[in-house]
């Protein structure tokens, strides 16, 4: 990347935006004074996911004034994660930055970050020393869900790191092609895998408002989180209804070395028959899995490169987009 000069480096930054009114005219002036002084262009993209309140005309008065600011507004509120995911179709950088409206992510950090990209990572992730400000319930339940995950899904997503990342443009044409309902964007950044690394920050407080993450949307982000991503909740059905047989034959066991009672008989047959159909409700679940993963559509593989070929692929590629291509 050394052979790009950093002028023309551009960097887009994505940042998704719902009833931030009070705290975007800080986020916008700070992010001007940022971007004079670094040495690569700046383009800011916020996405408006529907606010209710005058966050829109705050960045339409911006936008008539200066270049790098840009929008994309949506029709409603579509979720964060869904903002996300349009900002980065729409960024044409060289890397994109995706962080927070509220300025709890620091663009400080962004140097850093491309300190790294330029080294040769394609995705830096910022990982949260500190996370000031926020509640213990917030902080405990975020690590519990972020070990959960980590144990039972396919990839492995980085603990307390959140959306506040930067992504080559490599990784970023992957995502645009990932058409997810229910999208969980750093899930599907550790999936598309290339070389990535972290860099450490404190995350601050917000400057202003409250957040707009209520319960009910990190639960929903706790959800889509482990069912892109997982699909052992399918199967665990089969481990129960299994465990249920194996308990039906010992007890059977038992039951018939201290003399077989019409009772004894029932409470086998029960265990028996729970058992049978939760392997079986579970042996669905797995068929569902498949079908699941199927509907995603999501590319098998991803080719960083190729060696040999006459015609090099260096783009990531799969095998079902070249038989769409072809
Ligand atoms: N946000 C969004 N749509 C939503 C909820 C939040 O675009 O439905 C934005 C919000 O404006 C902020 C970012 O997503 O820029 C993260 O939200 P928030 O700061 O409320 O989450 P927290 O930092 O409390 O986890
Ligand atoms: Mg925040």
Redesign the pocket.
């Known amino acids: 990347m050394s052979d790009i000069s950093q002028k023309e480096t551009l960097i887009s930054v994505v940042?998704?935006?719902?009833?931030?009114e009070e705290g975007l005219p800080q986020t916008i002036a700070t992010l001007k004074e940022f971007i004079a002084h670094q040495p690569e262009s700046y383009e800011l993209i916020f996405?408006d996911?529907g606010s209710k309140d005058n966050s829109a005309e705050i960045l339409h008065q911006v936008i008539e004034q200066n270049q790098a600011f840009k929008m994309i507004q949506f029709s409603r509120?579509f979720?964060?994660q869904i903002?996300i995911s349009a900002g980065i179709r729409y960024a044409k950088g060289d890397a994109v930055v995706v962080m927070?409206?509220?300025l709890?992510d620091p663009p400080e950090v962004i140097p850093a970050m491309i300190k790294k990209w330029r080294e040769g990572y394609e995705v830096v992730y910022g990982e949260r020393l500190s996370r000031e400000g926020e509640s213990e319930f917030k902080k405990a339940t975020a690590h519990a869900f972020y070990q959960i995950l980590k144990r039972i899904s396919s990839i492995d997503i980085p603990v307390d790191t959140g959306d506040f990342r930067l992504m080559s443009k490599r990784v970023v044409n992957v995502l645009s092609r990932m058409n997810e309902s229910d999208p969980y964007v750093r899930g599907m950044v550790s999936w598309v895998g290339f070389k990535q690394c972290s860099v450490e920050y404190e995350r601050a407080q917000?400057t202003a408002g409250t957040?707009?993450?209520p319960l009910s949307?990190m639960l929903k982000l706790a959800t889509d989180g482990i069912t892109s991503f997982s699909t052992i909740p399918l199967k665990i059905s089969s481990w129960l209804g299994g465990t249920s047989i194996v308990i039906a034959f010992i007890y059977l066991v038992f039951a018939l070395v201290g003399g077989f009672t019409s009772l004894n008989f029932l409470t086998f047959s029960l265990f028996l028959l729970a058992g049978v159909m939760m392997l079986t409700f579970g042996m669905a679940g797995t068929y569902l899995s498949r079908i699941f993963d199927s509907t995603r559509e999501r590319p098998l593989y991803v080719v960083a490169q190729t060696d040999g070929f006459q015609v090099h692929k260096t783009d990531a590629i799969s095998l079902k987009q070249q038989a769409h291509q072809g």
């Open positions: 940042l998704p935006v719902y009833n931030e996405v996911d509120n979720g964060h903002a927070d409206a509220d709890q917000r957040s707009k993450y949307k």
